[in-house]
């Protein structure tokens, strides 16, 4: 009898002991409740969804500086974190669940993030953050270049699934985006960011709807580089044109200046075509300043050529002049036959017609010589008054 006593009495006490609370504190024993290891991969295929009509709603994320982060919720994938030491997370592979399939729709090339980690949240929430870089197809209106402003877009989608099972929602607001990307991005850049707009819309395909996210980001390009290599030289040389234009020096010697200094605009001519951004649209008003102010310089030249050749002229005839003065015996006689013809009223001596023929040059020298400032004045002065019209016409243009 005493015996039977102590048997049950050690075997109560060895139950006792067994049933001693186990404590479920390491990632292992989460991993082994969610039956991770043992399952195969079909979870990493099928859509997350307890209730069929209703789509596995995906959050989207979006920093400026292409760090892409995604959330979505797995009804599968949960757990108390009281019973697990108040774990309430970990992170898994990104081949252990399904992971919504979304790609950029503008992208042309790029780096694949090595980066393929997801978090797990104790209510089957997951977040997954990569760190993309890309390069994308962005049409350039480079009308205003360098003062211009360019807007790209950055589609989010994935035609797997239809709208009625995959549905893409941003996270965030544009102005809480636009703050982030502002404390992130570079600033000392071509670029500067301005402004941020999302767009949600259902792409139709084969009479099915697709969720899409567009973002739409605005860039103000930083004209500094460009004014200091490339408009203000230009506005220099033709000043310096203009200075040489207006200047005392010979229309020889000005002719030598135009010439060296359309050289020089050539050359940043040249700086320009290697900067421009190429474009199958209308010309750029950069464009159109260059080559106005390359045809300004050579209506210069041809004005100087002009005037010199006027002087020449004027040089020619005085020569003339001054040996018929020497000399008024060469100057040509009538013929006979039209002494007989034009009767006794036109016959003159010699000594008359030399007299007359050298006053008549000479009042054409001073008439000449008159005209020659006066032609000076008009020319230089329309010039001026196009160049100012160019220039007033180019600046309107870039500040609408």
């Given at each position: 009898m005493m015996q039977g006593v102590f048997v049950a009495i050690l075997t109560f006490s060895l139950g006792t002991a067994g049933a001693a609370p186990k404590y479920l504190c390491t990632y292992y024993d989460i991993v082994d409740y969610l039956n991770i290891s043992s399952h195969d991969k079909l979870h990493t295929y099928i859509l997350p969804k307890t209730n069929m009509k209703e789509p596995v709603e995906v959050k989207v994320d979006f920093f400026l500086v292409a760090i892409l982060s995604v959330e979505w919720q797995n009804p599968f994938a949960t757990w108390d974190p009281r019973d697990f030491c108040n774990i309430s997370e970990i992170v898994l592979p990104m081949d252990t669940y399904w992971s919504?399939?979304?790609?950029?729709?503008?992208?042309?090339?790029?780096?694949?993030?090595e980066l393929n980690y997801?978090?797990?949240?104790h209510n089957g929430s997951f977040n997954s953050t990569r760190p993309y870089q890309v390069t994308l197809t962005c049409s350039l209106i480079i009308f205003k270049f360098p003062f211009d402003t360019q807007m790209c877009n950055l589609s989010i989608a994935s035609f797997l699934y239809p709208v009625t099972d995959f549905v893409m929602k941003t996270r965030r607001t544009p102005t809480e985006i636009i703050k982030d990307s502002k404390s992130l991005i570079l600033t000392d850049g071509e670029w500067k960011f301005t402004n941020l707009s999302i767009i949600e819309f259902t792409e139709m395909m084969d009479d099915k709807g697709f969720s899409v996210v567009t973002y739409v980001i605005s860039m103000e390009r930083q004209p500094t580089l460009y004014i200091l290599n490339l408009?203000?030289?230009?506005c220099a040389l033709y000043l310096l044109d203009m200075a040489v234009l207006f200047g005392p020096s010979s229309l020889e010697e000005k002719i030598n200046f135009q010439i060296a200094i359309i050289l020089g605009s050539s050359m940043l001519a040249v700086i320009l075509n290697n900067s421009l951004p190429t474009s199958s649209n209308k010309p750029p008003i950069i464009v159109v300043f260059f080559l106005g102010t390359f045809l300004l310089m050579i209506m210069a030249v041809l004005d100087t050529f002009f005037l010199l050749y006027q002087q020449h002229k004027s040089r020619g005839l005085d020569k003339v002049l001054r040996s018929?003065?020497?000399?008024?015996?060469?100057?040509?006689?009538?013929?006979?036959g039209n002494l007989a013809k034009g009767g006794p009223q036109q016959l003159h001596s010699p000594k008359a017609q030399g007299q007359g023929q050298p006053t008549k040059?000479?009042?054409q020298l001073q008439?000449?010589?008159?005209?020659?400032?006066?032609?000076?004045?008009?020319?230089?002065f329309s010039h001026l008054f196009l160049s100012l019209f160019f220039f007033t016409v180019i600046f309107v243009k870039w500040s609408s």
């Open positions: 919504p399939p979304i790609f950029i729709l503008e992208r042309v090339s790029g780096q694949n993030p997801m978090v797990l949240m408009i203000l030289p230009t018929f003065q020497q000399d008024p015996h060469k100057l040509p006689k009538r013929p006979p040059r000479l009042w008439e000449l010589d008159q005209f020659l400032p006066v032609l000076e004045k008009v020319l230089l």
